[in-house]
């Protein structure tokens, strides 16, 4: 697919798609509440039909509406039905690592796969502690892979446990399986992760207690469906924020952005370079102004990149834009997304012309670099996808070529015709 290069003056109000972590968990609580749920804004992208379709597999109801979707809840964990066939998730992390801790607890076994990604990215790392606390799984040559087969009929228990990495998605699969145990789960995490799993318990009328890194969950609670309307995704609208940084003399507003504090480590950044950045907030969601600016390089570590692990590609190249030298450390967990995202901003972004060197846990780029066409790569990760067609934006000669556009489907099907409609 060939890219939108060479603009100026790219102006607009945008309303970017629902939060795809808060889309998938508004599913899964109201597939487990007794009583409706509804939920608007939803995200109807691949990732989040992905979780739609393994909970109707489950024996969930679920009705997808013009401007809603209804759930109509089981009634707690035991409601859930014995699927038919294997659980497949599609490209979505979040859904298999999730539904294992839903499914610890079941009364039968359940087969959980997804496409060649998914079948490459760890799911030991949720499957030890499930298994610490009663649950039987077995991984694909006991290797830590899906598929992922997990034996039912287990009485689970109450554990505390460190979390050895920063996962929201192995302490959210943690707490789930712990609403199914006696007694009272304690998760210490090693950095403070997004909490909408904490948050979503509480609203579904559940009890949970956070201090500090420390998360404190009792068992069998029960669940009332809800009305959910679901912000936009920030993750989403990185790109945007980006894209109003950097193309010369552009202006970007971005409304019913979802945020909330474990998510918002990009505004930070943005900030701390210098970037022209404005936002009127809400309890969590708000309307994000940005205009086009000189950015300073920074270094970016420590306990803020949890809170924004999944922007650290469009950081990138906003840094390859900025004056100076940026560093990016602690970052390991990017080579366990979709792809190894620090191997791949680094070369598909060098491709470009940028001056970035990969390490063994983030990346150091020199700023100031400019831009010209290449024949890139999305390596079927959405999020790179995203990011090489902001960065094409900025090429002045040469065309961009992008393998594997498709995979921007997963979290932002009309991404490209939104590019589209700011020109002019």
Known sequence: MKLITNQTGL????????????????????????GKTRIHHFLEAEDCLSTIDVFQKLGVKIERLDSEVVVHGVGGFQG?????????????????????????????????????????RPMNRVSK???????????????GFAPVRLHGGNQLSSIHY??????????????????????ETVIHEKEKTRNHTEEMIRLFGGEIHEEGLTVRLSGNQRFTGQEVLVPGDISSAAFFI???????????????????????????VVEAMGGKLTK???TFSGTIQVETSNLQGMTIEGALIPRLIDELPIIALLATQAEGETIIRDAEELKVKETNRIDAVAKELAKMGADITPTEDGLIIRGKTP????????????????????AALLVKEGEVELEKAEAVAVSYP???????????
């Not at 659980?87 to 294992?100: A, D, E, F, P, Q």
């Not at 502690?129 to 290797?143: H, V, W």
């Not at 950097?246 to 990009?266: A, E, F, K, M, Y």
């Not at 009309?414 to 002019?424: A, M, P, Q, T, Y």
């Open 11 to 34: 102006k607009g109000i945008i309303e970017v798609p629902g939060d795809k972590s808060i889309s998938h968990r508004s599913i899964m609580f109201g597939a487990l509440a007794e």
């Open 80 to 120: 859930l039905k014995r699927p038919m066939s294997d659980l497949y998730v599609g490209n979505s992390g979040t859904t298999i690592r999730l539904l294992m801790g839903i499914l610890a607890g079941a009364s039968f076994d359940a087969v959980l796969t997804g496409d060649d990604s998914i079948q490459k």
């Open 129 to 143: 502690p499930l298994e610490q606390m009663g649950a039987r799984i077995e991984t694909k040559d006991n290797a």
């Open 162 to 183: 460190e979390m050895p990495v920063a996962s929201a998605q192995v302490k959210s699969a943690i707490l789930f399986a712990a609403l199914q145990a006696d007694g």
């Open 242 to 268: 980006a894209l109003g940084l950097l193309v010369p003399d552009s202006s970007v507003c971005l409304t019913n952005v979802g945020l909330n504090p474990t998510r918002t480590g990009i505004l930070d």
């Open 280 to 282: 009127e907030a809400s």
């Open 371 to 390: 831009l010209h066409g290449a024949k890139v790569t999305s390596y079927g990760d959405h999020r790179i996808g995203m990011m090489l067609q902001i």
């Open 414 to 424: 009309n991404f490209f015709e939104v590019i589209k409609s700011l020109i002019g």
